[in-house]
């Protein structure tokens, strides 16, 4: 299972590309929301700030986190969303009859969630800045590990939505999409923790996006003490991963035994 | 009669190109290497010794209270083309995916080349290949572009030239540039054939390929089917309803019935040892508990006859029929558990 050829890898990814490269529905839908969400809260912050309010920072709070939630939303979508495609296809068949371990589809996925982030986090870096004069290097190398950690949760996400999906059948595909919007609130994408109930906020912690969001508000109002944030995150997020790559693999193992593997594939 | 007069025909007469340069590189046997066992699974003698393609020993799978196969034990030896039938829920669905290493079984044995399927399933995915009429490749994809996806997962040398060669074998070599999604039934099924030969497998499992195919293209794929096992020396497993298709192409059937095999031999011989006048009517009558001869007393329960003398008798006569080879009925009318898959 945890065998890894990067040929076989490399294999699913072109197959991606090309599904992706073939529709034009599906290269909108990774676009598409993006742009829209940036274009209607950007705009929202645009008219708070005009009112005079007392948060001058709004336009740059709200853009940097509609960004970096794409990329979270990207990676966890790469996977559940391709796994999906596939079953709606009836090719997932001929995939898992394939020499290829679930390491390797899982890898696959990974890889192309990374390439979706990447084209999704440019392009909507590019259109903040002429739109808002928003500077995503202001976060200078923090970038980075705040980009990865995010990263690393949506395909933690992802694979534990994929999970469910195996567990539960088609009644639960919705979750693919219900899931980042479900944390959404919680991890204080758009605000920060402190606007949360108390006992929300302690809820709150325990998601690693919330540490991202808050320590990239904490390096676009100027300070920069950000690793404590990104410490907690990767912790949590390597936390996470295990346990739900563990859970994946007790799923798949389950599917099998109970023959909804070849029923949901097939 | 059909399957004798086609095999006297040349690959010309079925509509497809004749095989070029396969042969010479089907593995003439499974050697010692290609079964090199797992450090401490089983002992290294006793994988060497097996000659069997597949050997299945006393296999059962229970869904929760109910029992989709029971207590099946089976062995089929390189170069068998070997039917695998009953009706819907007879277990035949089930015995492929636990093959496939979709499904594990609740107890018992399956070895494919020596290894486990689910637990060894990459050496055994990589030497076998699998083909559906149920099956689809993304349809917004080219034909060429599905293949060549494939061979990449196989791990195919000289993807292109590989890709022409099956195209041309399956005469759909125009349809290369063509969406997946636009083919009709019989351009599909060639299709899905090319992508199950991509890695020159030792081992087809077919599920019921010319399922939804008119009779002239269902000819067509059975004569290609014969040829290229005939050719290749592979070993296939094939489910149908299609008696025709078992009659003209199986050495060997295992009819299951509630998750048991309840009769084996060639067609023929399982078609007079039961008293009927066809497979077609065999296939009935066992669905409707009314055979004219008596399920008789099982050897052992769920023990395979001799089937490689069968099997070889089969292949070196190139018939479907064998003198040699003996059938097995077994059964057990009252059991009324039925297969969940």
Redesign the interface.
């Known amino acids: 299972m945890l ?1 890894v ?1 990067p ?2 890898v ?3 990814c ?2 991606y590309y ?2 992706l490269s ?2 034009s529905f599906r290269v909108m839908d990774i676009v598409f929301w993006p742009v829209m969400d940036l274009l209607v809260w950007g705009f929202v912050s645009n008219y708070f700030s005009s009112l005079g309010g007392s948060a001058p920072q709004a336009v740059t709070f709200l853009v940097g986190g509609i960004i970096f939630f794409n990329v979270l939303y990207r990676a966890q979508q790469s996977i559940s969303v391709s796994f999906l495609e596939d079953l709606w ?3 997932l ?9 679930v390491a390797e589809f899982v890898s696959a996925t990974y890889v192309v969630g990374v390439a979706q982030a990447l084209a999704v986090t440019l392009i909507m870096s590019v259109m903040a800045a002429f739109l808002y004069a928003f500077n995503m290097l202001s976060l200078s190398w923090y970038l980075i590990p705040l980009f990865v950690n995010l990263l690393v949760m949506g395909w933690w996400l992802g694979l534990g939505t994929t999970a469910l999906i195996l567990r539960y059948g088609y009644q639960a595909e919705a979750l693919a999409w219900a899931v980042p919007f479900l944390l959404q609130p919680i991890c204080a994408v758009f605000y920060p923790v402190s606007v949360l109930p108390a006992w929300l906020q302690s809820v709150a912690w325990f998601v690693p996006a919330t540490h991202v969001f808050e320590g990239m508000r904490h390096i676009l109002s100027g300070g920069n003490q950000c690793a404590v944030y990104l410490i907690k995150a990767s912790l949590l997020n390597v936390l996470y991963w295990v346990a739900t790559t563990i859970f994946f693999g007790a799923m798949i ?1 389950r599917a ?4 909804s ?3 949901i ?2 | 009669m059909l399957g004798l007069g086609l095999r006297q025909l040349p690959p010309e007469h079925y509509g497809f190109a004749k095989i070029v340069g396969h042969a010479q590189n089907a593995p003439s046997a499974i050697t010692q290497s290609q079964c090199k066992p797992e450090a401490g699974y089983e002992p290294e003698n006793l994988r060497e010794a097996m000659s069997a393609v597949i050997e299945v020993r006393n296999l059962a ?1 229970k ?1 929760d209270k109910a029992t ?1 196969v029971e207590d099946i034990s089976f062995t089929i030896e390189k170069g068998e083309f070997v039917g695998l039938l009953g009706q819907n829920g007879a277990g035949k ?2 015995t492929i ?1 636990i093959l ?5 079984p609740t107890s018992g044995d399956v070895r494919i080349f020596g290894y486990s399927p ?1 637990k060894e ?2 050496k055994v ?2 030497r ?3 083909s ?1 009429a ?8 080219q034909v060429r ?1 599905n293949l ?3 061979a ?4 195919v040398r000289n993807r292109s030239r590989k890709i022409d060669e099956l195209l041309s074998l399956f005469a759909v070599d125009h349809l290369a540039r063509k969406m997946t999604g636009a083919l009709s039934s019989g351009e599909s099924t060639r299709v899905n054939l090319c ?1 199950a030969l991509l890695n020159d497998p030792e081992l087809l499992l077919l599920d019921e390929p010319t399922a939804s195919l008119d009779p002239d293209i269902a000819d067509k794929v059975r004569g290609l089917l014969r040829q290229i096992q005939k050719e290749r020396g592979l070993t296939v497993v094939y489910t149908s309803h299609n008696m025709t298709d078992v009659e003209e192409l199986c050495h060997r059937v295992l009819f299951l019935h509630r998750g048991r095999i309840i009769a084996q031999g060639t067609p023929g011989e399982i078609v007079e040892n039961l008293g009927e006048s066809s497979l077609e009517e065999v296939f009935i009558a066992i669905a409707r508990d009314t055979l004219k001869v008596a399920p008789g007393p099982s050897s052992v329960p769920g023990t395979a006859p001799d089937v490689a003398q069968a099997s070889t008798s089969a292949r070196n006569d190139g018939e479907s029929k064998s003198e040699d080879a003996s059938v097995e009925i077994s059964g057990r009318p009252g059991r009324e558990k039925e297969e ?2």
């Open positions: 065998t050829r040929d076989r490399a294999g699913l072109y197959r090309l599904v073939r529709s296809s009836r090719n068949l001929s995939i898992f009859v394939s020499p290829i371990t193992n099998r035994e109970r023959g593997l070849a029923k594939v097939t | 799978k869904f989709a669905s089930t995916q496939l290493g979709l499904i594990t689910w399933r990459v995915l990589e076998s290949n699998f559906s149920y099956v689809a490749m993304p349809p917004n994809l572009e060549e996806v494939f990449r997962l196989y791990g992508k969940l898959c």
